[in-house]
């Protein structure tokens, strides 16, 4: 029999028992001997509890270092691990309960005792808990099972995780991520983003999303760095760790918060030598003006649930503001006519298309949504962007929020970073929504800074000079903030539900 894929790499990955794991607040640290220990002893629970390799574990539970011993331990018993978003209702955990039908579900113990009628009504036949200090019901379990756990057989090609889609169109589909797909990833951002075991990494991103799991939990694990684990993004917190830092990891929102502060200077920045963002569209002003205050250009990378990380910016050599970069090493993209597959040439706006080891495997249980998101081998994200070329990627919208007025194609990203440079404009968001003589209208929904005021025309004299009047908002709304998701990307289905009548009656 085999080793454990995963599991082998990144036990193979620790420099030494004693080097520190994760720095956690309060000036505790967790040892890499500490964080396998107890991923032993959690491997046993999970063992004891009757899992068998392939069964998966759903976990709602807080951030916390035992969360991530978790995971491990998940791995290491050949389990899949399903971590579900801590802001998901009790409605929408039956659904993932009844989807996912998991072996365990450890939630906190505050929702222990729903859980448990709900996971009874799925078949779920044991309900764990742990709080976000990494006690309860698992952790009283584990201190009785030995500190070693023999990892279970897991070859590349089977399951180590599902994870959720965030499900913006139609429900939330579970994507089967393999041993293989994870660690062919985080092998490739180590080598793209240059890490070693001397890295600290300033992780505050929620660990339920593949970002802040996959993309900086497994490459700090595999090159035996450490993280300074926070439990969220606090700015005042995350401004005071910068100095101990030498990686950070965010979303735009993390930077466009970093930005309004006056102690983000490049001596602050001096042990740093890195900021990477994705999981939304970065904006090339907040771009120009990070690295203006600190010298540091943050290097934009582009990936979703299904496929982890497709491309970077590049750590040597020019990151270019407004792009995603290259694609990384194993990945090729490219791009299409949605509706025919043809491939389009360089420059020319498409779908954007994806194959490499690093692409999951499918939907669980949605064989047919599956093959109709494949085609040459290629998986179809959704998004659609361009190749410059000079090779250099970027994404201009998700098809879906695609606007077409007059028949008459509006990509809402070229409007948006019109609207982004005028000034007084914090952020802003381009949506299409029904206007009964053009099909669509373009509406601007559009935020200003603090201390600014704007009105319509404000945005709107600006745009006439730099955009075809198509493109142009009919509409420009000032409201007080975009609404966002934990992830920061803007909840452009929100605002499209509400602004559906804002053309009715004319024509
Ligand atoms: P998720 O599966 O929740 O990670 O969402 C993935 C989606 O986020 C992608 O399909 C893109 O639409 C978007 N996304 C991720 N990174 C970027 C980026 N750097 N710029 C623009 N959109 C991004």
Redesign the pocket.
Known sequence: MGGNHLFDLFAAAVPRPDKVALDLPGGDAVSYGALLGLSARLAGVLAARGLEPGDRVAVQVEKSWQALALYLACLRAGGAFLPLNTAYTGTEVDFFLGDAAPRLFVCDPVRAASATKTAARHGVLHVETMDAAGAGSLADAARRMPARHDPVARGEKDLAAILY??GTTGRSKGAMLSHGNLASNARALVEAWRFTPDDVLLHALPIF???GLFVAGNVALLSGASMIFLPKFDLDRVMAEVPRATVMMGVPTFYNRMITRGDLTPELCKGMRLFI??????SAEVHKDFAARTGHAIC???????TGINTSNPYEGERRAGT?GLPLSGVTLRITEPASGRPLPDRDIGMIEVKGPNVFSGYWRMPEKTAAEFRDGYFI???MGMVDARGYVS?V??EKDLIITGGLNVYPAEVESRIDEIPGVAECAVIGVPHPDMGEGVVAVVAPGNGTSLCEADVVAPLEAVLARFKQPKRVIVVDALPRNT?G?IEKTKLRDAYRDLFQGQG
């Open positions: 889609t965030s999303h593949i970002h963002s994705g999981s939304a569209p970065l934009e990378r582009y990936g979703m649930t299904e995603v994200t959704g998004d994404i919208g998700r992830m990307k």
